[in-house]
């Protein structure tokens, strides 16, 4: 093969390979759906939210709060473009759900929900979480 064929060759592979990384492709088992990044994030959260039964799976929560969950498409600015060429894009998924009681009671003034920001990567570990109490649940990020 020639020089310029190879140049082409690399080319090519090193722009699917950038592609894929910036759509947060996981190698280990491709795309994530968005049922497992909701999954992830609540369960995440599990130990915080007061309207999580005891033994409840993610999934059962999902069905019962179909609207407690979003994927955030924009990315704070502390996530630099080079994660993002790198494989490391973080995904951001929104967790809203009511606090415990306990919780309610310890601090009565704020509202009696939380909305989470849960980072996710793209293979659907979750790192970590921002968010604030909010009087009600708000619809998306």
Same mark, same amino acid.
């Given at each position: 093969?020639?020089?310029?064929? $190879? ?5 090519? &592979? %090193?722009? !699917? #390979? =950038? ?54 498409? $924009? ?5 630099? &473009? %080079?994660? !993002? #060429? =790198? ?55």
């Amino acid at each position: 093969m020639t020089a310029p064929k $190879w140049i082409g060759i690399a080319l090519i &592979f %090193l722009s !699917t #390979i =950038l592609f894929l990384n910036v759509t947060s492709f996981c190698y280990h088992r491709g795309y994530a759906s968005q049922q497992e990044l909701f999954e992830n994030a609540i369960l995440h959260q599990a130990s915080n939210m007061g309207d999580l039964s005891p033994g409840e799976s993610a999934h059962a929560y999902l069905s019962k709060h179909p609207d407690c969950c979003s994927v955030c498409e $924009w990315a704070p600015p502390s996530q630099s &473009f %080079l994660d !993002t #060429i =790198l494989g490391n894009k973080l995904r951001y998924v929104r967790v809203a759900y009511r606090l415990k009681q306990a919780e309610l009671d310890q601090y009565p003034k704020g509202g009696d929900f939380y909305e989470a920001l849960v980072e996710v990567t793209p293979c659907g570990r979750t790192l970590h979480r921002i968010g604030m109490r909010v009087e009600e649940r708000s619809g998306r990020c």
